[in-house]
């Protein structure tokens, strides 16, 4: 009995030696099978393709709304706030490097990087006497902590203007949902991009299924009225629920808007988008004009426009809180759309906009294409920046 213990041991261990190759190589068949499983791994995305590809494919799947999924639109966006996060961040940074003290000097550069970046001088020196209060009482000083402060006082800013948008498509922010037909009336000076936001949101809309008509209220700029229906029939796709309104021989903004929303009612529309003149004979003009706008439509509708969106370049800067405070005053609009994003240093407007003219942003644009509108995500926004 003794004698065969060896043996056993033995036994054992050649069993057990075998068990363990046999794992291996089940293991490592089972991994070569997964590897070739499409989509098993997500290393097969992008590397070789070409770019077109994933562009297309990305403005298609955007411009079909809620399925675009949230990956793309945070790296698009940090993407977009490229150039504003350098003028911010970057230089902020440089600020504090080689050094980790907090003082007089620092507060000056820092006045000045955002000043540049175009924050707006009052938004400006709440922002540094908050942030500097805070640490000088918490005796914090480098780069970390004032970048900590001001990202939670930015945000502070926003807060109460935070939207809580829904859907990726960005839709949800707007008030069009509770009536029908609803009256979405979008201004801003020429140039600011109202038109191709009309077309950007009309294929969203389109895309939820919605019957969507354009008014060509911008009667005073020659082929206005073109460039809209390219974006309609562009915005309408194969679905196909954008029609335009454009008559001919109405020269009045008022009349097109009026007449537009008699139709959509009549024909059973969802949605009437308004696009607007950005320039008259003079600015009193204009705002005149769109206050009368307001008017008819109010006449047909006691609670329409249901939103008035303000459509402002951000490359225009100090300039765009001028500009909304003037549309504010004349109009309450509802929302910004601040577009331009991409490719602009002056992002940082969108901080002195909420501040100081009190209305929230609901959109932005970070492109030409039609897939290049997104919600504003405060949040994301100044993790972006700074
Ligand atoms: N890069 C970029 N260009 C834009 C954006 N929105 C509009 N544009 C461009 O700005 C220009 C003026 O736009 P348009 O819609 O005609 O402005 P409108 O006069 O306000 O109607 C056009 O060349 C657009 O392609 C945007 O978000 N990003
Ligand atoms: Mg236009």
Do not use: C
């Amino acid at each position: 009995m003794y004698a065969e213990e060896p043996f056993l041991g033995l036994g054992v261990v050649v069993a057990g030696g075998m068990f363990l190759i046999t794992l291996v190589i089940a293991v490592f068949i089972g991994y070569s099978i997964f590897k070739k499983k499409p989509g098993a791994l997500p290393a097969s995305e992008g590397a070789e393709e070409a770019p077109w590809t994933s562009r297309k494919h990305r403005v298609i799947a955007e411009a079909a709304g809620p399925d675009a999924g949230p990956s793309t639109e945070e790296r698009k966006l940090s993407d977009a706030l490229e150039k504003t996060r350098s003028s911010l961040f970057g230089r902020i940074k440089s600020v504090f490097t080689g050094k980790n003290t907090l003082s007089e000097s620092e507060r000056e550069e820092l006045e000045e990087i955002l000043y540049t970046a175009d924050l707006g001088p009052k938004t400006v020196q709440q922002l540094l006497d908050t942030v500097f209060a805070k640490l000088k009482a918490s005796g914090e000083t480098g780069f970390e902590a004032v970048r900590r402060e001001l990202q939670a006082e930015i945000e502070r800013i926003f807060l109460p203007f935070k939207i809580d948008s829904g859907a990726p498509d960005g839709l949800d922010s707007l008030n069009l949902w509770n009536a029908k037909p609803a009256v979405l009336m979008v201004v801003g000076v020429n140039g600011a991009g109202k038109t191709t936001t009309i077309g950007k949101l009309a294929a969203r809309m389109a895309a939820r299924g919605k019957r969507v008509l354009v008014a060509a209220g911008d009667t005073f700029r020659a082929a206005a009225g073109e460039q809209l229906k390219v974006w309609t029939d562009r915005a309408a796709g194969d679905a196909g629920h954008v029609e335009i309104f454009d008559p001919t021989g109405v020269t009045e903004p008022s009349a097109v808007a009026y007449q537009a929303l008699e139709m959509a009612r009549s024909q059973n529309y969802d949605i009437v988008i308004v696009d607007t003149a950005g320039r008259l004979h003079t600015q009193k003009n204009l705002m005149e004009e769109l206050k009368k706008m307001k008017r008819v439509l109010l006449k047909l509708d006691p609670s329409a426009p249901h939103e008035t969106l303000l459509v402002l370049d951000a490359n225009s800067g100090q300039n765009a809180l001028i500009q909304a405070r003037e549309f504010h005053a004349a109009l309450s609009v509802t929302g910004v759309v601040l577009t331009k994003l991409d490719g602009s240093a002056k992002g940082g407007v969108a901080v002195g906009l909420v501040n100081e003219i009190a209305v929230p942003i609901k959109l932005i644009g970070v492109g030409e294409k039609i897939g290049d509108l997104r919600s504003f995500d405060s949040k994301a926004f100044v993790e972006s920046i700074i």
